[in-house]
């Protein structure tokens, strides 16, 4: 049977201070509604007991995303395409950034928040789990005030929560210091997209010397509430990946949660796939041992300090801070299509800024000074030129000036593997370029420099 609308009223004050003292005025009375993707099913099916409904959509202070220095601040308003276009979110908590896309359809992704998800506490959404192994703490506020409760308290029975009758939740924290985690997460249904999960996980951890320093496994659908594997990290932590860890871990897992069974699955389904899944996490960190050491490094870096110690490598500011904004990296090959991209995207200024830090070829002065490392390197690359030939040494020097009259910059050219005589023709044929097909050619040369110098970086 469906609702009337008649029965319901809906009243929308548009900002946070207003609306918290309606929910003062008379508590649990007034039901706040966001995006309404699960307050709607209940409505069309005229199981929606409240009648008053106060709407929080559109709230300025619900609705911001902020990424502070040591934290990533979520408006609880924020819907699941806000979460998922987020560059910060995509690249330090990439857990929720998928978990967002699993959620619904596109309509229910532009509509449905992450505050709702929270709230409405089914034990299968797929957002919680994320959270979970993120350490997320929650702020709730009521005209009482705000008050922080840790995520993992929240839920404290199937759809029972610690928010008051006069409370709502005005944002969500997430601490930055995940950088380097190995980060996996699942989703388990009856078909890839909307569909509710019949186990979902979030799992992320960190090995050292062949151990494992840190662990955090969450599921949702195995339990009247989403849960952290306490149990299952205590047992893994600090211990080799091995067959028999690896079998312990399974059995752990199966153990420590519980599922039921209804119309999605089976119990005993649920506890088979859940161990499934820690397993295979497990074998993909394994893997992760095979990293570089000094990209595992560079990867917990400070941003600032991430991009001061790639610099050399380009010697493009710009570049060195998109590059270590977007880590972790897996791999050299990650690391190197990134690299790719951002520097084609950057503007000109950005280019001969990299430009200005390379010596000129066959000499030992660059237009500007330059860092040690990127001396040293540039050395390296030129050592195929050396000269030998007077005239051609007087050649390179004049035309290498004739380049730098005509367009401004030091010439670029990737010299690694090339003669004098080879660089020359090269010179003297770029010097007919017009200036934008020049400029081109120039980038595309520091493109191949800067892959060549990030190898031998990875190589140190």
């Known amino acids: 049977m469906r609702s009337d609308p008649a029965d319901y009223q809906l009243v929308a004050p548009g ?51 902020r990424a502070a220095a040591g934290e990533l601040i979520l408006g609880a308003a924020c819907t699941y395409t806000d979460i998922q276009q987020h560059e910060v979110v995509q690249r330090e908590f990439p ?42 703490t929650l702020v709730l506020i009521s005209a009482r005030g705000e008050r922080r409760v840790l995520y993992s308290d929240f839920h404290t029975g199937y759809k029972q929560t610690l928010l008051a009758p006069d409370e709502l939740i005005r944002a969500i924290h997430l601490p930055r210091r995940f950088a380097g985690y190995v980060q996996y997460s699942r989703k388990v249904g009856a078909r890839n997209a909307q569909a509710i999960a019949k186990v979902c996980v979030a799992v992320m951890g960190l090995i050292q010397a062949d151990a494992i320093a840190d662990i955090r496994i969450a599921a949702g659908s195995v339990a009247p509430v989403p849960m952290r594997l306490r149990d299952t990290e205590k047992l893994t932590k600090g211990k080799g990946i091995n067959p028999a860890l690896l079998k312990e871990a399974r059995q752990s897992a199966t153990r420590e949660v519980r599922p039921i069974d209804d119309i999605r699955s089976t119990s005993a389904y649920r506890s088979a796939v859940l161990g499934n899944l820690v397993t295979e996490f497990l074998e993909k960190l394994v893997e992760s041992r095979n990293i570089n050491q000094a990209l595992a490094r560079w990867n917990g870096l400070s941003p600032d300090d991430a991009a001061n110690e790639i610099l050399p490598c380009c010697a493009s500011r710009a570049w060195a801070q998109a590059v270590s904004a977007m880590r972790p990296f897996e791999n050299e090959q990650s690391l190197i299509e990134a690299s790719d991209k951002i520097w084609k995207n950057l503007e000109a200024v950005d280019w001969n800024e990299a430009f200005s830090q390379h010596l000129r070829i066959g000499e030992r002065k660059a237009l500007k000074d330059v860092s040690a490392q990127s001396a040293a390197w540039s050395n390296e690359e ?29 010439f670029i050219v990737c010299a690694t593997g090339k003669s004098a005589t ?27 420099i800067t892959n060549i110098r990030i190898r031998k970086w990875l190589g140190k």
């Open 15 to 65: 900002n946070l201070a207003s609306i918290v003292s309606l929910l003062a005025q008379s508590p649990g009375e007034w039901l706040p509604i966001a995006g309404g993707t699960d307050l709607m099913v209940l409505y069309s099916a005229g199981k929606l007991a409240n009648r008053k409904l106060v709407s929080i959509w559109n709230v300025p202070e619900l609705r911001q995303i």
């Open 95 to 136: 857990l929720l950034a998928r978990a967002a896309s699993w959620t619904g359809g596109i309509a229910n992704q532009n509509r449905g928040t992450l505050g709702g998800n929270i709230v409405n506490a089914s034990p299968a959404a797929d957002s919680l789990p994320a959270l979970l192994v993120y350490d997320a």
């Open 382 to 410: 030129q050592r195929s030129a050396a000269l030998t030939n007077q005239q051609v040494e007087q050649s390179l020097a004049q035309t290498n000036r004739d380049y730098e009259t005509r367009f401004g910059r030091t």
């Open 422 to 448: 080879e660089i020359l023709e090269i010179l003297r044929r770029r010097l007919h370029n017009d200036d934008a097909a020049e400029l081109r050619e120039a980038a595309e040369e520091q493109r191949k």
